[in-house]
C-alpha cells in the first residue's frame, strides 16, 4: 500500500496527474472515502489530466457519464445510490472496461470486490491539528488487486514520493 497526503487541491491535481501518466486502456480505478473525502475532487483532476476537456461532474443520479476526447476514453460512474448488486451488470461497466478506455468508480465499495482488479484509492479528510484553521487533509492509500498494476506498482510508487510525508 501507498499512504499519501494531500495538502491542498493542486496535492491532489497532482497525485491524479501521476496516476494518468501510467494508466492504460481496460485499466479500473476503484474510489472510496465518505461523503466530502474528495472523490468527485480527485475525479475531476484524474479526468482532466487524461485531457477531458468538458465539466466533470459526479453521475450520482444517472450512475454512469462517459467522457470522450481524452488521451483516453474515461467512464465514470458513480455507485453510491445502486440498490443492489445486480445493477451492477445492468450498467455494463465490464463491457466498457473490455472494449478500451478508463474506468473510474466513485464509491465502488458499495459492490465489494465484485469490480475486479485494478487500482484503489481510498481517501480520508484528516484536520490538521498542527494549524489555528482546522485545514484538511486527504489522506490517500492506494493499493491494488488482480494483476493489472503489477508491472506499474514500483513506477507509481516512485511517481508519487512527493506526497509520501504528512
Keep these: ?6 495538502h491542498s487541491t493542486d496535492d491532489t491535481r497532482g497525485i491524479a496527474q ?11 480505478i476503484v474510489l472510496i ?14 479526468a482532466h489530466a487524461l485531457g477531458v476537456t468538458e465539466p466533470v461532474t459526479s453521475p450520482t443520479f444517472n450512475l454512469l457519464h ?22 451492477l451488470d445492468d450498467l ?8 478500451g478506455g ?17 487500482l484503489i484509492v481510498k481517501l480520508a479528510a484528516k484536520e490538521n491539528a498542527d494549524t489555528e ?17 503489477e508491472t506499474r506498482w514500483d513506477k507509481l510508487r516512485s511517481s508519487l514520493d512527493t506526497w509520501a510525508t504528512s
Design 102 to 118: 478508463v474506468m473510474l468508480v466513485e464509491w465502488g465499495d458499495v459492490v465489494g470486490d465484485a469490480l475486479g482488479t485494478g
Design 33 to 46: 472515502g465518505e461523503m466530502g473525502s474528495g472523490k468527485t475532487t480527485f475525479s475531476q483532476h484524474f
Design 66 to 87: 462517459n467522457y470522450a476526447g481524452g488521451r483516453l476514453q474515461l467512464h465514470h460512474a458513480d455507485l453510491y445510490r445502486l440498490e443492489r448488486t445486480g445493477e
Design 133 to 149: 484553521d482546522s485545514v484538511s487533509i486527504r489522506q490517500i492509500d492506494i493499493d491494488w488487486r488482480g494483476m493489472q498494476w
Design 1 to 6: 500500500m501507498i499512504r499519501l497526503y494531500a
Design 18 to 28: 501521476a496516476i494518468v501518466k501510467l494508466v492504460r486502456a481496460g485499466d479500473m
Design 92 to 99: 455494463g461497466l465490464t463491457d466498457l472496461q473490455e472494449a
